[in-house]
């Protein structure tokens, strides 16, 4: 049986553990606030009190961000993890596109060796490293997300809280993965892990400007687009996470993680994406 121990219970953890209650799995989500919403079929588990979830585990799958003093799940249960070998199969990193640093809007494919250039990814990437050396015991997937959106988190969302900011710096595109095709990709990384390590990008098929995005999703809503504001005079009010976004600029081909997987995303450009999340906001 299929025992998924999924650490993290955010947006991604959440899509995850729902999709994977929809094959049969046995789903167990450790996370830091048990008293979240339930997920109907899957145990939440105390991060203090997991010791016995992860030594139960066939598949492992990690949300949750390093800290500074590293990944919180080795830090803190590194033996569980290593004292089960025979029995869990595959372990899934979930990181980001953003271990690739600036390439100045070149294409970045699933062999470049990431050039972080920020704290926050440099501990991504130490990260990545110590759960690569888990690929002698089993199948160990780094995988890079790029932009996440989804219901309840996309530039609709956005637009109808009157949040919404159309920034112009021309020539910068980036990638976005729909929160499904994330929770979906995770399932097919499991159904095709053999061992060993891969690399693999969950990360759309167009990338786009992000004024160009809100535009569509302001069309979506009948409603104007806000105007169109210098990157230069939008910097002034940005918070140093925003300011590392906007100054980096890379494209991520994801043909290889595809023909990996056998898969082809629900929503492969935002468009797709954006038209569900609009149909969504329409539902009683």
Avoid at 177 to 186: K, M, N, Q, R, T
Avoid at 235 to 251: D, G, T
Wanted: proline share 6%; charged share 20%.
């Amino acid at each position: 049986m299929t025992r998924l121990v999924i650490a993290g219970l955010g947006y991604t953890g959440r899509a995850a553990a729902v999709a994977a209650l929809q094959l049969g799995w046995s789903v167990t989500v450790v996370t830091r606030n048990p008293g979240q919403a339930a997920i109907p079929g899957a145990t939440l588990v105390a991060f203090d009190e997991a010791a016995a979830a992860l030594a139960d585990a066939t598949h492992l799958l990690l949300t949750a961000p390093p800290r500074g003093d590293g990944d919180p799940v080795l830090r803190r249960y590194r033996d569980s993890v290593l004292g089960v070998p025979r029995r869990l199969r595959w372990i899934g990193y979930l990181s980001t596109t953003g271990v690739y640093g600036d390439r100045g809007g070149a294409e970045v494919d699933e062999s470049a060796a990431p050039n972080p250039g920020s704290e926050r990814t440099r501990n991504r990437v130490t990260a990545e490293n110590a759960w690569c050396g888990f690929a002698g015991h089993c199948a160990v997937d780094l995988i890079r997300l790029a932009g996440i959106y989804g219901p309840g988190r996309s530039v609709i969302d956005d637009i109808m809280s009157g949040s919404a900011s159309r920034i112009e710096k021309p020539g910068h595109k980036f990638n976005r993965i729909h929160v499904e095709d994330i929770a979906h990709g995770v399932l097919a990384a499991i159904r095709t892990a053999t061992g060993g390590m891969r690399v693999l990008h969950f990360a759309d098929d167009e990338p786009a400007a992000s004024a160009d995005v809100i535009g569509y999703a302001a069309a979506l809503l009948g409603r104007e687009p806000p105007p169109l504001v210098p990157l230069r005079e939008a910097a002034l009010a940005m918070s140093p996470m925003a300011l590392s976004f906007w100054s980096e600029s890379r494209i991520i081909c994801n043909s290889a993680t595809k023909a990996r997987l056998g898969l082809a995303w629900r929503y492969p450009t935002y468009r797709e994406g954006l038209q569900a999340i609009f149909e969504g906001t329409k539902r009683p």
